[in-house]
Every structure is written in C-alpha cells, then in structure tokens.
C-alpha cells in the first residue's frame, strides 16, 4: 500500500523523502526482484550502452571507485552507483564522480514514486531505481554499479552487466545469503549472464565460481589461472597470457586494492572493441585512485596522533586491516574505537584485531541492526582486552581524546557509521 506524509502529499526535501522511503517497506531487507522490475517496466528505461556491475564481499566500492576513473580519463561520460554512503546520500549516484545534486534526486525519487503504483518498496530498491533513470537522464555512456547485498536477487541486477567483477568471496550477511562461503558465492554469481565476461579477483571458492559461470553461460577470467600479479617495493607486475605490465603502486595502500586493481586490469583488456582505453590512463587512474575510509590516514589535532579510518567490518575486511598494521607498525599505542552491527561477526573481528591493540572504546551502533557497545566489551575483557563503553559516540570520542599521547595511532572501524562520525569529529 502506498503511504504519504499527513496531509496527503509527497515529500519536499531531500530528507523527507529518505524518512519516507524507509516506511514503504515492513522489512530494511528484502530480498527479490519481481517488487523492483515490475516498477522499472513502468518507468521504460533502457540501460546505457555498457554496463559494468561489481559484486563481492569486500572491495567493491574501491573497485567502482578505480573503474570509475579509468572510464573518466579513458574520455567517457560514466555514472556510478554505490551503497552505503558516508556522509551524504548524494554520494551513492555519481556522474564522472560528482555526487548528484539535491533537486535532481528528488525528480528522480517523484519519477520512481510515479511508477510505484502502490507497490512496496524498500529504502534500498527505491534508490537503484532512482538511480537507473538518473543515469538514463545523463545519458552516460558507461553505468558502473555496486551490488548492494549479494547479487542473484539484487535490485542492481534487474539491468544485465555487460561486464562484471567478482572483488572477492568471505562471509558476511548470512542471515540473507547463506551460511557457507559456496552458498554465498552463487549468490554473488547471479551477476553473470550469458557471452558476457565476469573477472573474479578472489582466491576462495574458485570452483564455485567456475561451475556457476559453466552453467551460465559466462566468460571468466580469475586470479591465478587467468592473470597473475605481484608487489614489489615501489612498483608492482601484473601478467596474463599475452600481456605483462610494471604499473605504479596504487593511490589506496594494501595488499588487498592491489588484488582488486589487479581484477580491474583484467577488465580493461577484456573491454569491447567499441570501448578503448590506453595503458597510460590505467597507470593515471591508479596514482589518482581515492576513496575515503579505506586506510584513509587523518591526523587528531592539536595532539597530532594519527588516525585511520577504515570501514572494515567483517572478518575478511578486518584481515586485511590486520596484515597492513602488523606491516606497518606503530612507534607507541594502538588504540581502537569499535562500534558494529548485531548481524555481524564481531567475536572473529576482535579476535583478528586483539593482539594488535592496547586499549578499546567501544559504543552502541544505531538502528534495527544495531549492537550493544556493551556486548563488544564483554567480548573484548573475556578475551583479556581492555575496553571503555560508552553509549555515546561523541561522549566516548571526548574520552578518548582526553587520554591520546602523540605517539599514539588510533584505528577507527567497524561499520560505516561510526567511521564517518568520527571522521566529521576531527573535521570540527
């Protein structure tokens, strides 16, 4: 049934229409796509010419962020599409990486709600549809968008990727995906369609993936069997069967974006004959590579400690965030700020992260989802860590500030939204 504000019409501003998007739905997470395809039939779209659709547990979002730059300096009009933001809703849809405006996501929410006809939608699946028209708006000529949740009954996948990328196969959102890495790999392998190419950047699972793009009919090409890469001290090697490149370490730190570059590579010497971009832009694209909160280095002033922001939350991530710490030592303290959702495996990311840090601050997470900070240090103290609660972001901020030496290195993850909290807290 459809709902509208009291007093019968449709929401005004940009935040008004986020509130009222979140009661359409009895569920935050509703997994299908009959809901979503039946309004995109309404709303007549037709997809841009290449569309290129990532899924994976992690690495997706830095995968949209390097592919994005590649299309740009390749001299292409690409509009992207990812979830969650950190600040802003805006930041989800993209047109050569500027956030859409206010007004324009507005008429593009009146246009879906046009074509809703009544029909239940959730916040997630009203947005991929605003998204679309927008993108069929700017007429881009290259759609770069991120799986929300999965993939097989995602609402980004009512569109065919002409191209896709597989970053990388962990668990996470088992509640919805399965409870095995094999049950979530061919969840994630819904993106594939028939004659078209899929890269997987992964490692896990390989089999998995293989037989799923056998039985769809997909072109693959993986980590490992297809192409190779390695790191060296300032430059790294990437190789195929026909090709092998020296190519600048990228912008973002990690062994882990080198494996998800390393997947982009792949996709650039796949690209149709109809799409071209030169080994210079890759080489560009990878010094200018940048995305927020991914081992993004800030420094707390006036004491002057660093900071790491990183949105990690799940054990694969958090690994990952492990084995660039251990790399990288800290000259005095590691202190963590911890705040996580109840759906989430937070005893294996404690346990991941425990011998690296000193001391935990730990607070509650919002929503229908959210977790107890008090939970995460029972977990913590059982395990010999000590950890400071407070239910308060900002109160626990103001704690922790109180007690920063300069040698100290503070690590922030977790979960999107206390990452960007704290993150508009050192802004102040």
Not at 213 to 226: E, P, V, Y
Not at 268 to 294: C, D, E, G, N
Not at 325 to 332: E, I, M, Q, V, Y
Not at 367 to 391: D, F, K, N, P
């Amino acid at each position: 049934m459809s709902r509208t504000p009291r007093g019968g019409s449709l929401p005004q501003s940009l935040s008004e229409w986020l509130q009222w998007q979140q009661q359409l739905h009895p569920k935050s997470i509703d997994m299908g796509l009959e809901r979503s395809r039946q309004v995109l039939n309404r709303m007549a779209l037709v997809q841009p010419p290449l569309v290129v659709t990532v899924a994976g547990t992690n690495g997706k979002g830095s995968v949209v962020a390097l592919l994005t730059k590649l299309f740009q300096l390749g001299g292409y009009r690409v509009g992207s599409y990812t979830s969650p933001h950190l600040w802003r809703y805006n930041e989800r849809i993209a047109l050569n990486g500027e956030p859409v405006s206010d007004s324009e996501l507005i008429a593009a929410f009146n246009a879906v709600e046009a074509a809703r006809e009544g029909q239940p939608l959730t916040y997630f699946e009203f947005g991929t549809l605003a998204a679309f028209a927008l993108l069929v708006r700017w007429r881009v000529e290259v759609a770069v968008l991120e799986v929300g949740l999965g993939g097989r009954l995602d609402a980004v996948n009512l569109w065919d990727a002409d191209m896709a990328i597989i970053s990388a196969i962990g668990l996470d959102h088992t509640a919805w995906l399965g409870e095995t890495e094999t049950e979530i790999a061919r969840e994630k392998a819904g993106i594939m369609r028939r004659d078209q190419t899929v890269i997987y950047g992964g490692r896990a699972v390989v089999e998995v993936i293989e037989a799923e793009a056998s039985r769809r009919g997909a072109r693959l090409w993986r980590a490992g069997r297809d192409y190779h890469w390695q790191q060296g001290h300032s430059m790294w090697q990437w190789q195929s069967d026909n090709h092998r490149f020296t190519l600048p370490l990228p912008a973002l730190v990690g062994e882990h974006q080198l494996s998800n570059a390393a997947a982009v590579v792949m996709l650039q010497q796949r690209l149709p004959v109809s799409v071209s971009i030169s080994l210079s832009s890759v080489i560009k694209a990878l010094r200018h590579w940048s995305l927020p909160a991914r081992l993004e280095r800030r420094v707390v002033q006036p004491e002057g400690v660093e900071c790491l922001l990183d949105v990690s939350h799940n054990p694969q991530a958090v690994a990952a965030l492990s084995d660039w710490l251990r790399r990288h030592p800290a000259s005095g303290r590691q202190l963590a700020l911890l705040s996580m959702l109840a759906d989430k495996d937070y005893t294996t990311v404690i346990k991941i992260m425990l011998p690296l840090i000193d001391l935990w601050y730990v607070t509650d997470s919002e929503g229908e989802r959210g977790l107890s900070g008090r939970e995460l240090e029972r977990v913590i103290t059982a395990a010999g860590g000590e950890a400071c609660y407070h239910s308060d972001l900002t109160t626990v901020w103001r704690q922790l500030r109180g007690q920063l030496l300069t040698t100290d290195r503070l690590i922030v993850f977790g979960s999107f939204y206390s990452v960007a909290a704290v993150g508009a807290l050192i802004d102040e």
